[in-house]
């Protein structure tokens, strides 16, 4: 069971079917609405919506994956997929919404375009900060929740956790809200003036904001997928044990490695008191491992390897 907390994965669960339904219905009416009114900015937003629905299919499946026991091929268990599919998400929504969206917003400036019924394109801009907002809400919830029970600040907790389908579904959100008010912008200004610039570059502003978001999702998952340790806070619970421990004379090596969002591995050379044998250097090790999971209850996997002051391997 190594990386998979059940009410965490529940949670997530919800949240990204939440986000899935809303982005995949709304996804639609951009479509519709963005051939109708001829905006570029109305079809960037259809792309948006696209790349999201794609993310949330590739996060549920993540999530499913990484519910998978240990096994002798994966011993520690497959938490990490849950980083993979994250990153291959954040490399969606660069490539069919960023790219896509600046491409659209740029040949509307060069070349305009028929304009159509924007009515309907504005009932469409509506309906998706209803449906888009809604997601959100439930995923800032989740996240709030969880800072609580860490207490932490919500934005400290979105930019420190290791869950990357509630931060996905936060950072797309927030996008997708952001993203509507500036199709609304470019069109209201496009069909009060009658210059298609102004679609235009709500079009590019949009293919920039998902850029900016791909780039901070893929950054962070990056950091987890090639091996990032504890954070300052968890490192810091696991040096006080060590260092409150009576049969601690000294930490030659301390590796922490995430396995996963809600699992640790702490890997430590510790310097036991002289006066402890054997039975007595095994005893405070049980100690130590059962004192380091209460401490810092992501702790899954603990190692800990006597070793004399100054004989690191």
Same mark, same amino acid.
């Given at each position: 069971?190594?990386? %998979? ?19 995949? =219905? ?8 963005? &051939?109708?009114? @001829? ?8 792309? !948006? ?10 996060? &549920?499946? /993540? &999530? ?9 091929? !994966?011993?520690?268990? %497959? ?6 599919? /994250? ?10 919404? *960023? ?34 907002? /809604?997601?959100?809400?439930? *995923?800032?919830?989740?996240?709030? @929740? ?10 400290? !907790? ?23 008010? &500036?199709? *609304? ?41 090639? =091996? ?18 009576? =049969?601690?004379? /000294? ?63």
């Amino acid at each position: 069971m190594t990386g %998979y907390s059940p009410g965490v994965a529940s949670e997530s669960h919800k949240t990204v079917y939440v986000a899935l339904a809303s982005n995949a =219905g709304i996804g639609i009416a951009k479509l519709a609405g963005g &051939l109708i009114s @001829g905006s570029s900015a109305m079809l960037a937003e259809a792309a !948006h919506s696209a790349a999201d629905t794609t993310n949330q299919l590739l996060l &549920l499946a /993540s &999530l499913n994956l990484a519910e998978r026991p240990a096994d002798e091929q !994966h011993p520690f268990g %497959y938490g990490k997929e849950r980083f993979f599919w /994250s990153f291959l998400a954040a490399v969606s929504i660069f490539v069919s919404g *960023a790219l896509f969206s600046v491409y659209e917003g740029i040949g509307r400036i060069l070349h305009g375009g028929k304009d159509g019924d924007v009515g309907i394109a504005f009932a469409v801009l509506a309906l998706g900060l209803v449906l888009e907002g /809604s997601s959100l809400i439930r *995923a800032a919830r989740q996240t709030e @929740g969880e800072a609580q029970d860490r207490r932490r600040s919500f934005t400290d !907790h979105l930019r420190v956790t290791r869950d990357p389908a509630v931060k996905t579904v936060v950072f797309e959100d927030s996008a997708a809200v952001i993203g509507l008010l &500036l199709a *609304a912008a470019g069109l209201g200004l496009t069909a009060l003036t009658g210059d298609a610039v102004f679609d235009g570059a709500a079009s590019i502003a949009i293919g920039l904001l998902l850029a900016v978001v791909a780039f901070t999702l893929g950054r962070d998952t990056k950091g987890l997928l090639i =091996g990032e340790g504890a954070l300052p806070e968890e490192r810091e619970a696991i040096d006080r044990v060590f260092g409150e421990h009576p =049969g601690v004379d /000294s930490v030659e090596e301390l590796l922490t490695m995430a396995l996963g969002p809600a699992s640790l591995l702490v890997a430590a050379r510790l310097d036991f008191v002289p006066e402890l044998d054997s039975d007595a250097v095994e005893e405070a090790a049980d100690e130590l491992e059962h004192q380091l999971r209460e401490a810092v209850p992501e702790i899954t996997e603990v190692f800990l390897d006597p070793t004399r002051r100054g004989t690191r391997a």
